[in-house]
């Protein structure tokens, strides 16, 4: 089984998209997929249109990413783990690409290609501006995927952390991964579209002046 798990903050606006999303590329795998959605101080009807939809939704309250991803973790079944915000879209060949590469023993898992829903000059100097930390860093997110048993073996995400617990988790699961022989990956042939909410919300240009 594949569990998808998606931490959700008043998300009605895109929940739906998301969720539409993951159902579209669970027809093109044979494994089982559940997606597991955790709300987290929700007011609107995040949790109504989720369920509507097929997730399955639970409660988590602290203002801790970290703990919310985990408090998802623990309530699913799969043996094949991805994460994936709220505001996302995968592409209908996601899961069936995020297989392919576990199933080849090459990887210990990884990220995927993200690509805005719109591009505008100052959205465009913004990546700039984020490439040179993540190329640092070396692990691409977005969304995660792994085996339960490696998300499991390095504890899961960091509960202590309250920024960057992604890219903390991304080089504890690429540093394992070397250990084991394996490779941190990033899916290239398929990816995600992210919400350009922030910018909508204070400019394309507020990344680079702030």
Same mark, same amino acid.
């Given at each position: 089984?594949?569990?998808?798990?998606?931490?959700?903050?008043?998300?009605?606006?895109?929940?739906?998209?998301?969720?539409?999303?993951?159902?579209?590329?669970?027809k093109?795998?044979?494994?089982?997929?559940?997606?597991?959605?955790?709300? %987290?101080?929700?007011?609107?009807?995040?949790?109504k249109? +989720?369920?509507?939809? =097929?997730?399955?939704? !639970? &409660?988590? $309250? /602290?203002? %801790?990413?970290?703990?919310?991803?985990?408090?998802?973790? +623990?309530?699913?079944? =799969?043996?094949?783990? !991805? &994460?994936? $915000? /709220?505001?996302?879209?995968?592409?209908?060949?996601?899961?069936?690409?995020?297989?392919?590469?576990l199933?080849?023993?090459?990887?210990?898992?990884?990220?995927?290609k993200?690509?805005?829903?719109?591009?505008?000059?100052?959205?465009?100097?913004?990546?700039?501006?984020?490439?040179?930390?993540?190329?640092?860093?070396?692990?691409?997110?977005?969304?995660?995927?792994?085996?339960?048993?490696?998300?499991?073996?390095?504890?899961?995400?960091?509960?202590?952390?309250?920024?960057?617990?992604?890219?903390?988790?991304?080089?504890?699961?690429?540093k394992?991964?070397?250990?084991?022989?394996?490779?941190?990956?990033?899916?290239?042939?398929?990816?995600?579209?992210?919400?350009?909410?922030?910018?909508?919300?204070?400019?394309?240009?507020?990344?680079?002046?702030?």
């Open positions: 089984m594949i569990s998808i798990i998606t931490p959700a903050h008043n998300e009605e606006l895109f929940i739906k998209k998301c969720l539409c999303s993951v159902k579209t590329a669970a093109e795998v044979s494994e089982e997929v559940e997606h597991i959605v955790v709300l %987290n101080c929700c007011i609107d009807k995040t949790g249109i +989720a369920s509507e939809l =097929g997730a399955k939704v !639970i &409660t988590e $309250d /602290a203002r %801790n990413m970290s703990r919310i991803r985990n408090k998802g973790v +623990a309530a699913s079944k =799969g043996d094949i783990l !991805i &994460t994936i $915000d /709220a505001d996302s879209e995968m592409t209908s060949n996601m899961l069936s690409e995020v297989l392919e590469k199933h080849s023993g090459k990887y210990v898992g990884g990220g995927t993200i690509l805005p829903e719109r591009i505008s000059m100052g959205i465009l100097c913004s990546l700039l501006v984020v490439a040179p930390f993540v190329l640092w860093h070396g692990v691409s997110a977005g969304m995660f995927w792994c085996m339960r048993k490696d998300y499991e073996a390095i504890g899961g995400f960091d509960e202590r952390l309250i920024c960057i617990e992604d890219i903390d988790f991304g080089k504890r699961l690429r394992y991964g070397k250990i084991q022989g394996k490779r941190y990956g990033t899916i290239r042939k398929a990816h995600i579209v992210t919400s350009c909410r922030k910018f909508d919300q204070f400019g394309d240009w507020y990344f680079v002046r702030n």
